[in-house]
């Protein structure tokens, strides 16, 4: 079992930059997958990036690539996503989330563990 609280979201303007965190507890946080995923009102969840166990590999959206970078410390059992050049477009509420898979993935069914969530709102 993996409990994930995500911090760090608020209030922007466009162009702004955010930092979001997840910190993990309960099982070895380094064996998992981690991935962020977004939600806007009536619209279905999203991927937005995904790291590797190991911080070898990196996944992207289209939309956030080059924009948002996504980065762990293991030390600390925690992700972050670095959100840069933010757009009205971004606003939605974030979720991380925990997987056992070995391979990064952009399916949310993937995932075994959720956060609650943290609103980005990002105004124009």
């Known amino acids: 079992q993996v409990q994930l609280v995500e911090s760090g979201g608020g209030l922007v303007q466009a162009g702004d930059s955010l930092r979001l965190s997840c910190a993990a507890s309960?099982?070895?946080?380094?064996?998992?997958?981690m991935a962020w995923f977004r939600q806007a009102p009536e619209k279905e969840r999203e991927f937005v990036a995904a790291?590797?166990?190991?911080?070898?590999?990196?996944d992207y959206a289209d939309s956030v690539r080059g924009r948002f970078g996504i980065s762990r410390d293991n030390a600390k059992d925690t992700v972050y996503l670095q959100m840069n050049s933010l757009k009205p477009d971004d606003t939605a509420v974030y979720y991380c989330?925990?997987?056992?898979?070995?391979?990064?993935?952009?399916?949310?069914?993937?995932?075994?563990?959720w956060g609650q969530g943290t609103q980005v709102t990002v105004s124009s």
């Open positions: 989330a925990a997987g056992n898979s070995r391979f990064l993935s952009r399916r949310p069914r993937l995932y075994e563990y």
């Open positions: 309960g099982r070895t946080f380094s064996t998992y997958v």
């Open positions: 790291i590797s166990r190991s911080v070898g590999s990196t």
